[in-house]
């Protein structure tokens, strides 16, 4: 399961500093479907922000 999911979350994005219960329901349903979150090992965001006072992030996720 794939996509660009909009849930930024300190599951997965170590540099955010927070827990949202939108994440808690993805995980439910990345369970149900016996399937975890993969971890990239080189963590590079796929976007860049053109503004100093936002940070670059990455969004997409896979559960495998």
Do not use: C, K
């Amino acid at each position: 399961m794939t996509g660009d999911f909009n849930i930024r979350d300190n599951s997965w994005d170590l540099s955010y500093p927070y827990h949202l219960t939108h994440a808690d329901t993805l995980q439910e349903v990345a369970d149900s479907l016996n399937l975890e979150p993969s971890i990239p090992i080189n963590l590079v965001p796929i976007w860049y922000t053109d503004n100093s006072q936002d940070s670059n992030l990455v969004l997409n996720l896979m559960f495998l």
